[in-house]
Structure formats: C-alpha cells, structure tokens
C-alpha cells in the first residue's frame, strides 16, 4: 500500500495549487487580502497605522449611520441570525418581503427578488432567461458576474466594443433576426466609472427585439433622481426589461437584488437555480439594505455631499496630471499602464497612510493596469488631505 505521502504527490490539482504562479505571485507581493483590525467610516487600522479606506464601495456613506445599525440590530433581535435555508424550501420571511417591495417601488418596477450575493443576482440575471440556442451580446468590460451567468446560460455569446451601439448593431446584423437575444450591459462600469449610453444602445436593442439585462449596482444611490440609477438618470427605465445589482454598494449591507415586470420576476422564482438552491439573505442583511433605501431617500445631503467630494478628489488628482479613464462617477480609476507601476503606485499610497486597490491585467484590459478608487459621501476635508500628500508623494514616486 502506498504511503500517505505519496497518493498525495500523485494528485495533479494538488500539484496545480501549489505551482500557480498567479498564487505564488500574489502571496509575494501581497497587494490584496489584507486585513484590518478596526474600522470605523473611511478608516481603517491595517497593522498599528490608521489609513484613509479610498476603495470601498460605500458610496452614499451610510454603513455607520445610527438609523441603518440600529435596523441591523432589531433585525437580528426579531429574527435571529439567519433563515439557514432557501426560501422555496424554508419559506420567505415578512422582511424578505417588504424589502422586495421597497425595492420595486424604488426601482419603479413591478417585481423584485432579494437574494444573499450581488453575484448571485447578477450571474442569476441571465442564467435564468438565457438558453442554449438563445444568443447573448455583452459588453466586452462587464463584471464577472455577468460573464459566469453567461456560462451558465449555455446560450452562445458575441462582445461589442464597451460602450458603443455601433458595434451592437453591428453584431446583431450578423445573427439569425429569429433567434432570441439578450443584451448584458452595466449602468455604471464599476472599474472605468463610466456611464453606459443607455439611450443609444436602448434603440438598438428594441430594433432587434432583445431582452434587456443591466446590472447597475454602482448606480444605484449614485444616478437618478434620490439615486434611483442608471435607467432613471436617463429616463428609460421602462425599457430595461430586468435591472440586476448589489446591496452591498450605496445600500450598505450585503445581498443582491433582480427587479422586473411580475411575470418575469415570477418566471425566475421557478428557474433560478442561484436562488433557489442558496440560503436566504439574512435577517440583519435585509433590515440595513431596507434602512439605507430609506435613509437614501429621506435625506439628500449624502448624496449631495458625495458628488461634492467628488469633484474635490478629482482636481487633486487632476492637478497631479494623473490619468482617470474618464470617470464619470465615484468609482475613480487612476490608470498606471504596466502593473509594475501600478504596484508602486499602490504602495506609496500605503506607505502615506491610503488604502487602494490595485487592478491589473486580465482583470483590466492590457495596458490599463490600475489603481481602483471610489469615494463616499463620508470622505472628510481631513481625508481629502491625507489623500492629496500621498497621491502627490506616490506620482512623485513614480
Ligand atoms: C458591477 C458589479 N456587479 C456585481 C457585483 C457583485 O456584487 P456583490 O459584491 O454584492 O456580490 C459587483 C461587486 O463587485 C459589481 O461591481
């Protein structure tokens, strides 16, 4: 019989694991998965140092506000920690309920389904609808998310360029115009900051017949009017036939949402395996999403606060000449070109007390190796000049 040892060198995952360069790689140069010891709004202490937190997603700011942790609280208190189980099988929950509503009447949409990911929303959002024989036409920037419920879609794919209806409609002139299609895009690309031409690429799409799935988690709370999103923003939101996104951005809390018509959020209650299989969102979850959605609409002066902060962080980085792929948003890229620069970039930051994260090469396209930023509603004058010393000590750097 063979030792231990030995059965365990003959599995090639095993050898795979532990060769990855990728792995070997990022445990060197350790630029992610760092971990903090406390938090508290845009600070964090990473290893007795308090630094500026520049990338986290919370834009509006409410992730600390008393109304929004107080509703966590109740939550947990009411309902206990967790449903421990899917809710076909388990049963909703009152709160599961009410947040879908909220939800829909916010996003000015008939139905909504919650689940415990953004991702799984997102990926669910077209593994649902799409079918081997249908085809799908992405966005070549869209997030992960997207591309894996494409996958599992088993429909077949064609990218355009990022952004452009031209190249939509070039694609769709190519297919069978019998075949059914469906459009993957992003309202606010959350690496580039861009803001998709919805209105463009709406026209196309209706001309061919395709059915219409945006992810706009970095929309919401961002865009449209008390930041009802993308669609809103540009008035289209009827023509959006499914808006997918995260609860994890403005909405301050973790889990993800599907929004539609009734028949289309009902069809994919019967076919989302995503959802159907996965726990429920949690109690706590659910009650702090239901109290930003609130608080986002009660009380402007965040978002207000936030776009004023915006522009403050981009004469800084304006003024140091520093390239950032024409954000249009909060999400604020600072583009390096090679992941060697990149990297230092990142790590003079770190060294001046800001917290980053670096973006490279597959994850962006060649080339636009970068340093990813996002600003909050929370981000205060003194934040803003920690932030102007490093990034004017980190271009000097470079
Ligand atoms: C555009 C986009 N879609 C979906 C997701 C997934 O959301 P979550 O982090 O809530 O799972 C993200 C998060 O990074 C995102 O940026």
Request: hydrophobic share 40%; aromatic share 8%.
């Given at each position: ?22 792995s ?70 009152r ?48 997030h ?45 690309f ?44 540009f ?38 395996k ?38 403050k ?48 090469a ?13 600003i ?23």
């Open positions: 019989m063979k030792s231990f040892f030995a059965r365990k060198s003959q599995k090639p995952i095993l050898e795979r694991c532990r060769k990855d360069q990728a070997l790689m990022r445990q060197k140069y350790a630029p992610w998965y760092h971990s903090m010891d406390s938090q508290h709004k845009t600070r964090v202490e990473m290893n007795g140092k308090e630094m500026v937190m520049l990338t986290s997603n919370d834009y509006i700011g409410l992730t600390f506000h008393p109304k929004v942790i107080e509703a966590g609280k109740k939550a947990l208190d009411e309902w206990g920690s967790s449903t421990t189980g899917a809710r076909p099988a388990n049963g909703s929950r709160y599961h309920i009410e947040l879908e509503e909220a939800l829909a009447a916010f996003l000015n949409k008939e139905a909504c389904q919650v689940s415990s990911a953004g991702y799984i929303s997102c990926s669910t959002g077209i593994a649902s609808f799409a079918q081997r024989g249908d085809v799908v036409l992405a966005d070549k920037n869209l992960s998310s997207l591309w894996d419920g494409i996958r599992l879609s088993h429909a077949s794919m064609e990218r355009f360029s990022h952004n452009n209806a031209g190249s939509l409609r070039t694609e769709l002139e190519l297919l069978d115009p019998d075949v059914a299609k469906l459009l993957a895009i992003e309202g606010v959350s690496m580039e900051g861009h803001i998709s031409p919805l209105p463009e690429l709406l026209d196309v799409a209706d001309e061919f017949g395709c059915f219409v799935v945006m992810d706009d988690a970095h929309g919401i709370g961002v865009l449209g009017e008390e930041g009802r999103g993308t669609a809103n923003h008035g289209v939101e009827d023509r959006i036939d499914l808006l997918v996104g995260s609860l994890s951005k403005s909405l301050s809390s973790t889990g993800g949402f599907v929004a539609g018509d009734k028949d289309t959020i009902e069809y994919l209650r019967t076919h989302s995503q959802t159907i299989f996965s726990a429920a969102i949690s109690p706590s979850q659910a009650a702090c999403a239901k109290m930003a959605l609130q608080v986002m609409q009660d009380e402007p002066e965040h978002r207000e606060r936030l776009w004023a902060n915006v522009e962080y981009k004469k800084i980085l304006l003024e140091l000449n520093l390239d950032t792929w024409g954000s249009e948003t909060p999400a604020i890229p600072v583009v390096l070109g090679s992941k060697e620069r990149a990297y230092i970039f990142w790590q003079n930051l770190l060294k001046k007390g800001v917290f980053t994260v670096m973006s490279i597959p994850g962006v396209p060649p080339g636009k190796d970068l340093i990813r930023t996002a909050s509603a929370s981000h205060t004058d003194k934040d803003f000049e920690i932030i102007a010393e490093a990034f004017a000590y980190a271009a000097k750097k470079l």
